[in-house]
C-alpha cells in the first residue's frame, strides 16, 4: 500500500513538472517540407527557425517563456500539410504556424487554421488567393511575409523589357500548378503592357520531362527572352533541351528555380539564368545572420526559404509582446497590426490589414554565373 502511494505521488510531481515545463514555454509550429524535392528548402528553413528560436531564447524569451519549434515534415504535399496543421493545433496546441511554404500547401492547410483560430504564416506561398478570400476579404489568421505573384511577375517583365531590352517573348508554363500558370500570367499582363510581344504560349503538365517538342514550335519563332516560371527541375531540363535544339534566347524564371539543383539537372544551359527571387546573400543585411548560419551548420542556407521564416518567426514574436498573450484571436489582431518592425530581410516590415500581405517586401534579380546564383539588381515597391 505504502509503495502504490509513493508511486502515486511521484506520478503527480512528474505530472505536474511537466505540465509546468509546458507553462513556460510558447509552442510554434513549423508544417515544412523535409523529404522530397523540396527538402533542400524545408531542411533550410527548419534549421533556421530553430536557430532563430535559440537566439530569442538566449534573450530573454517572450513573455518570459522560451520559445519552442515544433516540427513536422508536410512533403511538399497538401493533404499531407492539412493532416500536420490538425496536429500542430488540437495536439501540440502551438501558438502560431510558419513554413507553409507552397502556395498549394498553404492553401489546403488554411481552413485548418482558420478554424482552429491559430495564425499561419506563409514564408514563400506567393498566390495572391493564399490571404485573401474571392471576396477580397482577408482571412483572419492568415498571413505571408514574402510578396506576391503579381508583383514578382511584374518585375520580371520589367526587367525582361527594360535591362535586358527584351521586345519578344516566349512562355513555357506547367498548367497543372497554379504558381507557374498565375505567374505566366502576371509575366504576360506586365510585358505586354510595356509593349512587348508574346509569340508563343507553350504548357506542360508536371511529371513531363520531355519538351523539345514544344521548344520546336519556339525554335521555329525566334525570341528575345524565353519565360519559364517553373520549379528548378523542369526549368533545368527546359534549358538543356532548349540549348541541345539551338534556342540561345536567355531564360528567366521566377523564385521555384532558386535551387542548386538548376544547375545541376541543366548545367552549362543554366549559364545566364536570370530569375526573381525573395533574398539574396549578398545582402548585407544577411551578413550577420549569414555567418552565424554557416557557424552552426557548416553550410549555406539554401534561399529564400530560411530568411523568410525568420522573418516569419520575428513577427509572431513582435505580436506576442504586443498582444501579451498567445490567445490566437488576440494574437491574429496583433499580427494584422504590426507597422514598421526589424525582421531580417528589411526594418521596416509593416503588414497590410486589407491583404495580410507584407508592404513594400524587397525583391533581387539573381542570376547563374559561373554555375553559382549572383545578385543583379534589387526591387522594391508596393506589393
Known amino acids: 500500500m505504502f509503495k502504490k502511494i509513493i508511486i502515486t505521488v511521484l506520478c503527480l510531481m512528474l505530472f505536474y513538472s511537466f505540465a509546468l515545463a509546458q507553462e513556460d514555454t510558447i509552442k510554434i509550429g513549423a508544417n515544412v517540407s523535409l523529404t522530397g524535392a523540396s527538402s533542400m528548402w524545408g531542411i533550410s528553413e527548419l534549421n533556421a527557425l530553430k536557430m532563430a528560436a535559440e537566439q530569442i531564447n538566449q534573450d530573454g524569451g517572450v513573455l ?3 520559445i519552442v519549434i515544433i516540427e513536422y515534415d508536410n512533403r511538399a504535399n497538401p493533404p499531407e500539410a492539412v493532416i500536420v496543421n490538425q496536429r500542430l493545433i488540437d495536439r501540440d496546441h502551438v501558438a502560431a504556424i510558419i513554413g507553409l511554404a507552397q502556395s498549394g500547401t498553404f492553401i489546403a492547410a488554411r481552413t485548418v487554421a482558420e478554424e482552429g483560430k491559430t495564425p499561419q504564416i506563409g514564408t514563400t506561398a506567393t498566390n495572391p488567393m493564399a490571404t485573401v478570400a474571392e471576396d477580397g476579404k482577408p482571412f483572419k489568421y492568415a498571413f505571408r511575409v514574402c510578396f506576391i505573384d503579381p508583383f514578382q511577375g511584374k518585375i520580371a517583365a520589367n526587367f525582361a523589357y527594360n535591362e535586358l531590352k527584351a521586345k519578344t517573348a516566349s512562355i513555357v508554363y506547367d498548367v497543372g500548378s497554379d504558381y507557374s500558370s498565375w505567374l505566366a500570367d502576371y509575366f504576360i499582363e506586365n510585358f505586354t503592357a510595356l509593349g512587348g510581344k508574346i509569340v508563343n504560349e507553350e504548357a506542360f503538365r508536371s511529371g513531363e520531362l520531355d519538351f523539345r517538342a514544344i521548344l520546336g514550335k519556339i525554335k521555329a519563332s525566334p525570341v528575345d527572352i524565353l519565360y519559364v516560371p517553373t520549379m528548378q527541375k523542369e526549368a533545368g531540363l527546359i534549358a538543356k533541351q532548349a540549348r541541345d535544339l539551338g534556342i540561345t534566347a536567355p531564360f528567366m524564371g521566377g523564385d521555384g528555380v532558386a535551387s542548386p539543383d538548376l ?25 550577420e545572420w549569414l555567418e552565424d548560419y554557416r557557424a552552426i551548420y557548416n553550410t549555406d542556407p539554401v534561399l529564400p526559404n530560411p530568411v523568410m521564416a525568420v522573418d516569419a518567426l520575428l513577427l509572431v514574436v513582435d505580436a506576442i509582446k504586443r498582444a501579451g498573450t498567445t490567445d490566437g484571436e488576440t494574437l491574429a489582431s496583433a ?9 531580417l530581410t528589411t526594418d521596416n516590415f ?14 533581387v534579380i539573381n542570376v547563374v554565373k559561373d554555375g553559382k546564383f549572383e545578385y543583379v539588381m534589387s526591387y522594391s515597391g508596393e506589393n
Open 263 to 287: 544547375m545541376t539537372i541543366g548545367g552549362e544551359a543554366t549559364e545566364g539564368f536570370y530569375f526573381t527571387n525573395l533574398a539574396d546573400l549578398a545582402d548585407p543585411l544577411l551578413s
Open 64 to 66: 518570459g517563456k522560451k
Open 335 to 343: 499580427i494584422e497590426n504590426t507597422k514598421n518592425i526589424q525582421v
Open 350 to 363: 509593416t503588414i497590410d490589414p486589407q491583404t495580410h500581405n507584407p508592404l513594400d517586401k524587397p525583391a
